[in-house]
């Protein structure tokens, strides 16, 4: 029984790490809202792909690795002005989503 405890213990910890650390990112990827795309290239490089809309606006995706073995996807979306107006991240765990959406 104790054993059962100690994992439990383990992974409780574990997913409240996870989340703290998602917690500061969105705070980070929300001050990216209102931002180009051209800062978004020289801060996190070149995106692995982008798809644009018909009405002008863009998506583009970048490759997030939390380490070795944890990694995930963020999507950020640009209007027909190329400023970011909405982002999401997945993973195997989570999908988190910006409060603000492109219009």
Known sequence: MSVKVFILAVWVGLAGCAQSGYGK????????IGTSKDDRVRDQGIPIRCHGFANGGE????????SPESSGTLTMQFDAKGKACQWTYRDAYAEQ???QKCL
């Open 59 to 66: 998506a583009c995706e970048w490759p997030i690795r939390w």
């Open 97 to 99: 989503r910006s409060a």
């Open 25 to 32: 990112t969105e705070q980070s990827w929300d001050s990216w």
